[in-house]
């Protein structure tokens, strides 16, 4: 058998078994992966391209301690499920790096973190002044949960006794020219009603619309295709970038 077609065969079994061990293990985002499973992950994905790729062993090695590997994951996922003691020293727990506006600086070193990475994982948060921060929390992923003080926490329309409007996914009425029937049928809206509003936008014919789209609150967006943006580059006296 030529070593291209075991190179073949061997990408197949591979490609495969990482995606059942992927489905297995979880769909974690990659933001939420502690450390151990970011190596965890590396690991794995080294076994299968050597069960791949090197051609100088058989392949079933590869294979069991690719699924050995897997397996143990699992398990250690598991057990962190079941017994919450055990978990937090696998998944390892929050800590707490500033504590009513104040550094805790031995915690710090217990994360390993600096005090200039602490400031970046802030800016992130757009906290870019201490003195509004009352608690700052390390999780176990390495990202930052920030609390603000109560006189730097922004105002909600409950602070101020008033009645929201509802907030609703935006429904596609017209995209890439055309009518979703269906769609204004489920919003109780039809044809006319939309050539009606499409008009109130110097609109003749959908035609013209590249997407129109209406929420539960009755906002109702249409984006041309023509939308004169060119007209844009020609206002001399403008030298910033577009």
């Known amino acids: 058998m030529s070593e291209g077609l075991v190179v073949a065969i061997r990408s197949i079994i591979a490609f495969f078994s990482l995606f059942i061990f992927a489905r297995i293990l979880g769909k974690q985002q990659i933001s939420q992966l502690t450390f151990f499973d970011y190596v965890l992950g590396i690991t794995i994905g080294s076994i299968a391209a050597t069960l791949t790729t090197d051609l100088s062993s058989r392949a079933w090695p590869h294979w069991i301690g690719l699924f050995t590997w897997a397996i143990l994951g699992y398990l250690m996922e598991w057990i962190a499920m079941k017994w919450r003691y055990v978990g937090k020293y696998i998944d390892g727990e929050p800590t707490i790096i500033i504590f009513k506006g104040k550094i805790l600086e031995n915690e710090l070193k217990k994360v390993r973190y600096r005090i200039s990475d602490i400031l970046e994982l802030l800016r992130n948060k757009d906290v870019f002044d201490l003195n509004e921060v009352e608690y700052a929390i390390i999780e176990p992923n390495g990202q930052i949960s920030v609390l603000k003080k109560a006189e730097y926490q922004p105002l909600t329309p409950k ?48 035609s013209e619309v590249f997407l129109a789209t209406l929420d539960g609150s009755g906002n109702f967006y249409v984006d041309k295709y023509n939308d004169c943006i060119n007209n844009l580059l020609d206002i001399g006296d403008y030298n910033g970038p577009f």
């Open 159 to 206: 602070d101020m006794n008033i009645a929201p409007s509802g907030v609703g996914i935006g429904t596609e009425l017209i995209y890439d020219g055309m009518i979703f029937d269906l769609n204004l049928k489920q919003l109780n809206k039809d044809r006319k009603w939309l050539m009606k509003e499409l008009k109130k936008q110097g609109i003749k014919h959908p």
